[in-house]
Every structure is written in C-alpha cells, then in structure tokens.
C-alpha cells in the first residue's frame, strides 16, 4: 500500500520554514510555539510515509503565512523551498464545493473541510493520512474513521 501523507497548514509552514533555514523557526513570526526538536520530529514524521501530497488551500494558506517575516532574505528562502516542494510532491485538487457541503466547513472552514474530504478518498491502493496539530480537526477525522497523526501527540510522547 502507499501512504501519502497530507501536511497540515501550520506544520507545513514549519516543515518549509525548518527546510528553510533552521534557526527561522525561532524567528517566524507564525512559529512562536515551536522549536528546532519540533521541526527534527516533524521530518521524521513525515518520513514514515511514502510521499506528501499537497491541497492547493493549504498551500495557499501556507503561501501566505509563509510571507509574514520582514526579513526579505528569510521570506526568499523560505518561498524557494516552498517552490521546491510544490513542484516535488503531488498535488490534490479538491474543489471548494466538496469542502462547503461538509459538517465541519460550519465549524472549520472551507481548508479544514476539504482535508478531510481528501482522507475520504482512501482506496486499496492509496491510503491518505493527516498530520495535524490542530486537535479539533484531528479529533473530527478520527470519528470520522480516517487514519490521523496527531503531531501534539507525538510532541508529548517525547521525553522532556
């Protein structure tokens, strides 16, 4: 079977960020809760799968997250590895329609109502996981029966 993992939006802003430049973290404006181990764990995480797939809303999400740093040299870096990964990994269209007539778009939102249409896509070929720091919506694709790894989880299983 071949697991592709979906990243959420703010641990994919980390992943970017960390691929970056490690010493960014610390200094993205959008990053203040995590470190250089959060990043290290992170990549590991990621790499227990075969691939990452991308959702054009979270990139575009991440894209602008991503911009929020004054420093011109950091934000050129940081939106090159961006670059670099857009055009590696695979890329999943689901249109904003599927995501709008889920229940969690009330609650969530159109981004975090499309990733779970993704993970409902699960065929015996392919298998979609979510990694995701957001525990409401780890929380939703876990009721929903989807295969979830929730990254706070793993942050806590860590000894301190």
Same mark, same amino acid.
């Given at each position: 079977?071949?697991?592709?993992? @979906? $990243?959420?939006?703010?641990? !994919?802003? *980390?992943?970017? %960020? ?19 181990? &959060?990043? /290290? ?5 990621? #790499?227990?799968?075969?691939?990452? %797939?991308?959702? +054009?809303?979270?990139?575009? /999400?991440?894209?602008? !997250? ?9 934000? #050129? ?7 670099? @990964? ?6 999943? +269209?689901? +249109?904003?329609? &599927?995501? =709008? ?5 009330? /609650?969530?939102? =159109? ?14 070929? $392919?298998?979609?996981? @979510? ?5 409401? *919506?780890? $929380?939703?694709?876990?009721? !929903?029966?989807?295969? $979830? ?7 806590? #299983?860590? +000894?301190?």
């Amino acid at each position: 079977m071949n697991d592709l993992v @979906l $990243v959420d939006t703010n641990l !994919l802003l *980390l992943y970017i %960020v960390g691929l970056a430049n490690r010493t960014y973290i610390g200094a993205h404006k959008r990053l203040s809760g995590y470190n250089d181990a &959060d990043f /290290e764990l992170l990549v590991q995480a990621i #790499s227990i799968f075969s691939d990452i %797939v991308l959702l +054009p809303h979270v990139l575009a /999400e991440v894209s602008n !997250l991503a911009r929020q740093t004054p420093n011109p040299m950091m934000r #050129s870096r940081i939106h090159e590895k961006l670059r670099e @990964l857009v055009e590696a990994a695979a890329e999943i +269209p689901i +249109p904003s329609r &599927d995501g =709008v007539r889920r229940e969690e778009f009330g /609650e969530y939102g =159109v981004t975090d109502a499309v990733i779970p249409q993704l993970c409902s896509l699960n065929q015996s070929e $392919v298998s979609f996981w @979510l990694l995701t720091a957001d525990h409401g *919506l780890a $929380v939703q694709a876990e009721i !929903l029966g989807y295969n $979830v790894m929730n990254f706070t989880y793993l942050r806590q #299983s860590l +000894p301190s």
